[in-house]
């Protein structure tokens, strides 16, 4: 736990001012501290107490093996500061803030402890960015956890003076026995330390002297690390020491004076000095392979463009030191230039000697590689003049913007920025010098996206970013390098974007709500966690991106941007909507939000930064609007229930320039239709059709008026005008044409046109419009059909999909004809004329477009579904559709149950003379015996839903079936007015066509499905009365609990009305 240990008083003072809520304090606002200062504070920003050689007394306060526990030193000064620290902590954190903070690793921040929601100093150890935790140590009492972002903090500066409280430590000179501390081991150890004050001896520090190599003493005088032999718990470890500084020094002289001894009477070489390095500016940016990596502050690089230049180094080389004998008179000084052949290919490199390692090997350093190794003397040529008149060719630099997060280098980070820069081609540009090093920034281009190497180091956690005062300037005069021209500057990388797009029209697509401002405005993301990833670690760039970048940024309006949202901290990506004095209108393009921001709060944003698509999709709720001029709160929060937080099933309808006109469903329950139910909204256009119910012909007087006056020779139709001015004419294959609303009645016979599945069926209805209005129509749509046929440019490119409106031409008379398509199957589509009910197969040529005004007019087939809709499967089985087909051929009787927005849910039952029974009961009987499709619920029907199941089951759903027989075409028609297919006579269809025996058929139609016979699929009767009966009383009880079913929802619903 976050706390000291309790064996005497002093600790268990401190104990209560750690644990123990601070009381009697003045409040601090956080605002007025220095946690609104963003520069981070590292390990090595804390000073360190403990001091190598010394004896402390502490208490082990986290113990996890001998190779790694925390002590608390007991001493007055180490109490006291950790007093100081738990109290400031408590005054300036008490007061919550909104702006979040997201940490990097080696980040030393503040942090509320899980246990008792105080505040402790923790060094972030590792961050996961998609979960917004990190996982913490608690650098003053040794115990980790992981913890949520908000409930971390920047460190306040006032706390840099202290150095960590607890001590993490090793037992100095040995290993463990095995490949790791055993269990036993663990818990003697645990056993001899805890609950005791002991001495420890502090022999070392390692890891960057993060970790202080020690060994506790006993009160006997005994160690622990001989414990730890006699009990064979470890082994002496190998001593392998790197020289002290004092040993090179004293190496070097010996060196020196060894040199000077046996080069009397010999050529030193003294002569030959370093070429010339090549000379860039400040500003420069060019392709460069690394030659050798010692750390990213330590990079040495060749020109790709000076290959030619290195090759022909290299002949030369290998020419004159080839005929070069070797001399043993030819001993050059430190210092000098000579030539050198390279161990491993056996080929001659310029090389500067380092030093003499012995009598006859010399440390020769490459040149124009960076590299150097230990060669014999033999292996050593002179240069000559004209080898040393070529500049150098490889160039050290220093990666800009980063440091180590602690005092040196992690072999992690160099094992990862050797990884990511070797055996590539990368572009450099340098941006200033240091110490007579370019400091340059590292672009990976061949990578997508491209990569910074610095902001990936420090997204990654293995740097740390650079803090610059106002003085640090970088020069130009510390490079060898021309002046940069004035008046040049580079040239910005052009920004493009792209959003997110669902799945075409009438397919379903799987959305999630991210922002909500009404049901006629939301904005949605695509169902997919891989998107959302990406998202997550663009932001985690995005925000090391904009800490590294000044405030002064001149946003453009709709340009994208990147956006500091002042409640969290965090960076997203942006849009400028409006432009104001000192305030900007942003939308968050991954969101939906609008903010109003400060420009101090925007960034200009990197192009690589627009590679991932923008996530929010603009969307409206189709088929509906509000019951006034605008929605209502109740409506809104109505909305808000049903969709936020639901993954949402949305079938696309329409598509304009601002978003998608989605269908939802959430929950099997079409959303549409839920905000009817409760009154909080109307289909759309509904107040339109009462104005024409009231005078059929006002609707049309203007366009016969404009049509009369418009010239002969205008090819183009004269389109039935929208009733919003805003709405734009489109046309396409819409799927959310309006199907007209069936009034709730009495059972009726229907007129059935022609059926997909029980999902969706069409009726055959009374004529909605005057036939005068029909034919005026008519007209229209013939001359727009002929005008789009003759020009090919003018066709759309959407293609017809099943549950579509469209225009096709019927086969008889070649005339033009508004239709609903069926199926689309072969470069065919089985289509039902809209207007009179009779259906054929026409090839695709034969369909067009339809324009949304000629939908206005209302079809006079009607779009159906049957009662249970969820419960139905997604694919139904040829036998179950079958059963449905016969049932049908019954004379069945409908009641209109509702109309859910898009479909009128009909009740269908036998009539008395055929046996009586619900067909909707034998249907989910028989698809708990039949069905071998998904056994999902299949959701409420839409159009979009329509398309969606005949479409994608082309290849194995039975074609539409159509019980009205296509008529021809008069064939004593003399007139020039356009002839409509005969419509099919409702009453007077034939009863031959029905079984001899209804009551038989019904009962055949309920046994299994190895009762039908193979080729015809024709139920055969059962050869048993009992099997017949027991199949009629299971009808009855599905019956039955349909009714109970139906009951209850109408008592909740007469409830609910009370």
Partial sequence: MCKAIEPELEKDKLLECCVSPVTGDKRVDPSDSDTSSTQRVYMKDLRSNLIKGTEIQAAVVEFHS???????????????????????????????????????????????????????????????????????????????????FERIQPLTSKLQQFGPCAFECCIAEVVPATAVWSGKCCITVRQLLEGKTVTVKVLDTVENGCVHAVDIVFSRGNTLSSFLLEHEYAIKEAVNKPPSEQDINAMVNTSMENFKRRSIGKDDNSWAQVPEPLT?????????????LLAPDKIVVQKVDNAGVIQDLQMKLRDYCSQVPESSHFRPAPGTVCCALFSEDKQWYRVKILGYSSEDRVCVGYLDFGNS????????????????????????????????????????????????????????????????TALVAIIDEASDPQGNIAELLISAGFAAPTVHNGNDQPTETSLPASKVPEGCSPVPEPLVWTCAEPPPKGQTVALRVCCVESPGKFFCHIDNPKDLELLFALEGELMTYCEALPSTFTPKLGEPCCAI?????????????????????????????????????????????LTLPFLALPCWLAGVEPQGSEWTSEALLWFQSLVEGEALSARVLSITEDGYGVELQSKGQCVASALILEQLAKFT??????????????????????????????????LIPEASPSQVEVTSFPVDWKTVALPVSEPFQPCIAAVSSPSLFYLFGPKQVGEEQLQEMMLQLAEYCNSLVSQPSACVSDKPVAGAACCARFTADNNWYRAVILEVRDGEASVIYADYGNSEKVSLSRILPIPASFLQLPFQVTRCTLVGKDHFPIEWSEAVLQMFLSALHQGVLATVQSFDGYSNVLSLSLPTESGGGLVEAMILEALQTHSKSTTAPFPDLTPAGSVSNVDSTAETSPEPFVLPEVPNKCEDATTTEVQPPVPPAPQGRSTDAVHENPVQRILNNMDPPCMTHPKTREFLASSCCCETLKNKIDELEQMMQVQLSFIKKMQCQFANAK
């Fill in 280 to 292: 860039q500016a400040v500003g420069d940016s060019f392709s460069v392979v690394v030659t050798h």
């Fill in 66 to 148: 001998p190779g790694r526990f925390f002590i608390l030193a007991q001493s007055k000064e180490i109490l006291e500061a950790l007093q100081t620290i738990t109290t400031e902590l408590q005054k300036t954190y008490s007061i919550p803030t909104a702006t979040a903070h997201t940490p990097v690793v080696g980040e030393v921040c503040a942090v509320q402890y899980s246990c008792d929601m105080n505040w402790y100093r923790g060094l972030m150890k590792n961050v996961a960015a998609y979960q917004n935790t990190a996982h913490v140590l608690y650098i003053d009492f040794g115990n980790e956890e992981n913890v949520p």
């Fill in 685 to 718: 256009g509904e107040k339109r059709e009462q104005e024409a119910a009231l005078d059929p012909n006002m609707r049309y007087e203007s366009v016969l008026e404009n049509r009369l006056e418009q010239p002969s020779d205008n090819p183009g139709p004269e």
């Fill in 373 to 436: 190794e230990d060669v014999f003397l033999s292996s050593l040529r002179p240069v000559t003049q004209s080898l040393l008149d070529i500049p150098l060719q490889a160039m050290t630099c220093c990666l800009a913007g980063v440091q180590p997060v602690e005092e040196n280098w992690s072999e992690e980070c160099l094992l990862a920025l050797q990884t990511r820069i070797s055996n590539r081609i990368l572009r450099m540009e340098i941006q200033g010098a240091q110490e007579g």
């Fill in 565 to 609: 949202i002042p409640e969290n901290g965090k960076y997203i990506r942006a849009l400028v909507k409006q432009l104001c004095e000192d305030e900007v209108v942003v939308v968050l393009v991954d969101y939906g939000h609008c903010w109003t921001l400060k420009k101090c709060h925007l960034r200009p944003i990197a192009a690589k930064f």
